[in-house]
């Protein structure tokens, strides 16, 4: 075999191992997260969220319209496959570039040759099967395609390099500029090339000298913010007249400036005219800069696609952009509240707020008032004059933001992870794997991933081989490394705890490291080459078997089952399920992406429910939305005839004067008429028939703790005026995922009806998490099954929960956490079965429950064990109350032998002592004196074994173990004699439960039966 045939082999084998990889295990359908939005955004050529991805729709369009078949979701899909593949075999090309470099030329003799695409193989491959890479291979989300172009622009500075003093070599530089352009139509990783980029032209075409590195490093500053933010944000509003800045109170220093619109239009012109002027003097410097510059906005220039489609008013619309003022607005995130660099502790929220002060005191940043040109006065945030506790702020930025949110998914990548619930630890000695692993089911025996640092270890040696036989190169690289890695993570200033994991951020820092992998196992292979020349062939052979074990094969292995989304179909049955849980021309309240991206997906691709009209509460704080719900109609889903004023809802500045907005009142009562044929239709009460109408106390988000105040939001607004204006003409609906903090205190009134709870105008008298439930809707959904890949687009009430009892299939943290909710959903409606005395169909949906739901799979928590056995107890189920008591028992008993357990997720969630729920499991298990044990010692652990209640419930145990034995003459004897017992004692609490103890004998007694029986002569103690 010649040496270029095997180069040309170890590439083709690159691409085609992580082609086929991740052709296997990439989703079947849409998946979760802003997978169903882009999706949806691709297939219609739909506007997504800010800053928008309009290459990557272009792309992802491109594939649904060539493969012929498939699902649509599964086609786009196939942007990121492919785009992996090809990084793959980009990176096996770098690496060898790289080691060529150093080595001085291309290897000519055979052995050599292993030596190099070997190692560029083992490199390229580590990459492939890396934790993050993976994951992002095998959906449709925008960074794979994003890691594409870092490749691409890495790949050909190398090319450039080589090829720096040959005429011509320019076009490398050329084709760099413009698909740095492109990729800010995807994402803006790839302008962190920047760069290395100048370091490496620095370094190929000038010596080095101190003066002229900073020269060059200050020329990369100012052409990285010539694109970004001059070209990506400042430029399109200042065609629209806007100033690149803005003012403390959000205001831009300039609006409709004639003069700004005409330098952004001259800056265009200049460049061109500057083009011209320098290549017919022949002036090559001028020639390639402004050449540059022109195909850099040439590839931006993608973003005329979400100005046309924006203005075309498709379904997902998200925030308007149809004008370059709506455009900046876009590309600038002005949705999103901006995080400053200083402090590091800045979000306010209460769900962050109680995180900040472990990591040193903390205080809320100080406000201060300013006005805007109309005279509105604002409250901002006062940075400069906080009380800021740098130390603390330190603390926050090196242990959390550098090391939890950065170096930790490094260690994922190259050493191990010890699980996959969000925040899990990489593997090292201190790693708790079984409290990392507590109650994930079958999916435990996949974690711990240990690659024993075999990764990690290749990577460090390669990159000090590099740093010693390279050095300006390697510098180069490790600028790359650390600007996609770490820098960006410290950039975005990330608050604990975030939703989800982030390391899809990073790829682009782990592809480095992965190249220095292939240089660590070049740099083995070289020196084991040397030992013996004879030899050197099967010795560089074995070198490269034994690192091909070590870090891809291993990483492969361990990594294939947590990395196989074939048959996850989650996110698109949940949506579905959602969709069909509602009447006809419904309105569905949602709050975040996975109960509405997904749910998008299958209205706008799928074609399921159009008739639907989905509310997203996030986004329901915005004006243009609120503009959207009131005046468009997405696939002929009538629009909601809001009152509020179109002046309100379409201003371009949120903080305007007149734009719709919170404030700041107690809860109030708001009465809304409701014609007398519906509200028949959920109520006989002749009182409420009389005079129709639906009466409830209107809260928002809790202000000030015990004053009753609220902040009433946006979203809140928008509820009470959606009830207020559709008078129950058209059902309304809460999906069950939106929270209780977006109730806007209508939760009394909620009725279950599948995965949705429909508002009613009456009160359902719900009681704690037990919610009234419509008997037909629970039926016609949850108890009704639709099996296989058959779904309907039309109204048809029905269920599919593929594959959630399939061992084969893998769930993640996130596909897991639907589970709860579909439990709680059967759970709740076996319940309200069983308070109605329908025991019979109560077990029915407890066994469809778990046929449909492995509890192996995805088992219950302890708590929710014992509640199934107590349901199946009542419902009259024993042998299936034992079953689930028998679990339960088990559960609880390995806790209390594995105290390290105790601060899991699930004790804190359900507050329950695992002695009481093993006391609880036993006695439905008919052990009572164990029960009475566990209660014993569930008193002496908390210091209270001498409490009245708790001897009460073992008290009553006593009884319950003689009639439990059928001996209604000892259980009368132990009742007598608790009751002596209770009088003596002088507690008032014991002495309260006296007249039911007597009521309870009376029974007995009763029951005991005919004159003569021992137990007639029996008699309640002396008072």
């Known amino acids: 075999m010649n040496v270029k045939l095997l180069h040309r082999s170890f590439a083709f084998l690159t691409f085609i191992l992580a082609f086929c990889t991740y052709l296997l295990t990439v989703q079947d359908t849409v998946p979760f997260w802003d997978c169903g939005e882009f999706t949806a955004a691709a297939v219609q050529q739909q506007v997504p969220h800010p800053p928008g991805a309009p290459l990557f729709l272009m792309v992802g369009k491109t594939f649904d319209l060539l493969i012929p078949f498939g699902e649509s979701a599964w086609r786009v899909n196939l942007v990121s496959v492919c785009a992996s593949a090809v990084i793959a075999l980009l990176l096996y090309l770098i690496i060898v570039l790289v080691i060529d470099n150093f080595r001085g030329g291309r290897p000519r003799e055979f052995t050599e040759a292993l030596s190099v695409y070997g190692a560029g193989f083992v490199g390229a491959c580590s990459l492939t099967f890396s934790d993050t890479f993976w994951f992002n291979a095998v959906e449709s989300e925008v960074y794979a395609a994003s890691t594409l172009f870092v490749a691409l622009t890495v790949w050909l500075i190398l090319r450039w390099h080589q090829a720096a003093d040959e005429a011509g070599h320019e076009r490398y530089l050329l084709l760099i500029a413009y698909l740095l352009g492109l990729s800010i139509g995807v994402h803006l990783l790839a302008l962190l090339t920047i760069f290395p980029i100048a370091m490496i032209v620095y370094f190929r075409k000038y010596e080095f000298k101190p003066l002229t590195f900073i020269t060059m490093g200050a020329i990369a500053v100012a052409v990285f913010f010539v694109i970004y933010p001059g070209m990506v944000k400042w430029l399109p509003g200042m065609m629209d007249g806007h100033a690149p800045f803005k003012t403390e109170a959000n205001e831009w220093m300039a609006v409709d400036s004639s003069l700004l619109r005409l330098l952004a239009y001259s800056i265009l012109s200049a460049a061109l005219v500057l083009f011209i002027w320098a290549y017919r003097r022949r002036s090559g410097l001028l020639t390639l800069v402004s050449a540059c510059f022109i195909l850099t906005v040439l590839g931006y220039s993608t973003y005329g696609h979400i100005l046309l489609r924006a203005n075309a008013n498709p379904p997902m619309n998200e925030n308007n952009p149809g004008d370059l003022s709506g455009l900046a607005d876009y590309l600038g995130r002005e949705q999103y509240p901006q995080a400053p660099f200083w402090p590091r502790r800045h979000d306010t929220r209460k769900q ?126 490790f600028i790359l490394f650390i600007l996609a890695g770490i820098i960006v993570a410290l950039q975005q200033n990330q608050q604990n705890p975030q939703p989800r994991e982030r390391d899809y951020f990073y790829t682009g820092s782990f592809m480095i490291f992965a190249m220095w992998i292939g240089i660590g196992v070049y740099y083995l292979a070289e020196r084991a080459r040397s030992i013996n020349k004879r030899m050197a062939l099967p010795i560089v052979a074995c070198v490269l078997l034994v690192s091909f074990v070590a870090a891809p094969a291993s990483m492969a292995i361990q990594g294939w089952k947590v990395h196989d989304r074939s048959g996850n179909y989650m996110p698109f049955d949940y949506a579905y399920n959602i969709l069909q849980s509602v009447d006809e021309n419904a309105i569905v309240f949602t709050n975040g992406d996975n109960d509405t991206f997904p749910v998008w997906y299958m209205q706008d691709v799928a074609g399921v429910r159009r008739d639907v009209r989905i509310v997203n509460l996030s986004l329901g704080n915005t004006p243009w939305y609120v503009n959207q719900l009131k005046n468009s109609e997405p696939w002929g889903a009538a629009a909601i005839p809001l009152r509020f004023s179109d002046e309100s809802i379409q201003v371009d500045d949120p903080n305007a004067r007149e734009a719709l907005s919170y404030y700041i009142d107690k809860a109030r009562q708001v009465e809304v008429p409701v014609r007398r044929e519906i509200m028949a239709q959920y109520t006989d009460d002749p009182a409420l028939l009389q005079t129709p109408k639906m009466s409830w106390l209107f809260e928002g988000e809790e202000f000030n703790h015990g004053e009753g105040e609220y902040v009433f939001r946006v979203q809140d607004q928008l509820i009470r005026e959606i009830i207020e204006v559709i008078r129950f003409e058209r059902p309304v609906y809460f999906s069950l995922s939106v929270g209780p903090d977006a109730y806007a205190g209508l939760q009394d009134h909620f009725r279950m009806e599948g995965m949705a709870m429909r508002v009613c105008p009456v009160p359902q008298h719900n009681r704690g998490d037990l919610y009234a439930c419509s008997e037909e809707m629970m039926d016609r959904t949850i108890m009704n099954i639709v099996e296989g890949d058959e779904f309907f687009t039309e109204p048809h009430p029905g269920w599919k929960l593929r594959n959630l009892n399939n061992p084969d299939v893998y769930y993640d943290e996130s596909n897991r956490r639907p589970i709860p909710s579909y439990r709680n959903i059967y759970m709740n409606y ?63 008993e390995h806790l209390l032998n594995n105290r390290d357990l105790w601060g899991t997720r699930e004790l804190y969630t359900y507050s329950y002592n695992p002695m009481q729920i093993a006391a609880e499991a036993v006695t439905i298990l008919g052990r009572y004196d164990e029960a009475m044990q566990y209660w014993r010692d569930y008193g002496a652990s908390i210091g209270r074994a001498d409490d009245p209640g708790l001897r009460a419930v073992i008290d009553q145990l006593r009884i319950e173990r003689h009639t439990a034995e059928g001996d209604v003459v000892a259980a009368i004897a132990e009742i007598q004699k608790i009751i002596t017992e209770y009088r003596a004692s002088g507690s008032a609490y014991l002495n309260g439960i006296i007249p039911q103890l007597e009521q309870h004998m009376r029974q007995l007694q009763f029951k005991a039966g005919a004159p003569g029986d021992s137990a007639a002569g029996l008699s309640l103690p002396d008072a």
Do not use: C
């Open 352 to 477: 962050i707020q109680r995180n900040f002060d472990a990591y040193g005191e903390w205080q809320p940043p100080a406000r201060k008032r300013v006005v805007r040109r109309d005279g509105m006065a604002l409250s901002v945030v006062d940075y400069e004059n906080s009380d800021i506790n740098t130390r603390a702020e330190l603390n926050y930025l090196l242990s959390y933001q550098a090391d939890h949110m950065y170096w930790r998914y490094f260690a994922w990548n190259f050493i191990g992870r010890v699980g996959d619930i969000q925040d899990s630890p990489w593997v090292h000695p201190g790693a708790d794997v079984d409290y990392w692993n507590y109650r994930v089911g079958l999916f435990a025996d996949y974690f711990p991933i240990n690659f024993f640092a075999l990764p990690f270890l290749l990577g460090l040696l390669g990159l000090f081989y590099h740093a010693r036989r390279d050095p300006k190169a390697a510098a180069s690289f």
């Open 830 to 892: 076996a319940n309200w079965l069983i308070a109605r005395g329908k025991n019979d169909k109560a077990q029915q949906v407890l066994n469809t429950m778990n046929d449909y739901i492995s509890t192996e799979m995805f088992p219950m928590p302890f708590a929710v064990e014992l509640q199934t056995a107590d349901m199946y107890l009542r419902a009259g189920a024993t042998e299936r109350a034992r079953e689930f008591a028998e679990m339960a028992l088990k559960s609880s």
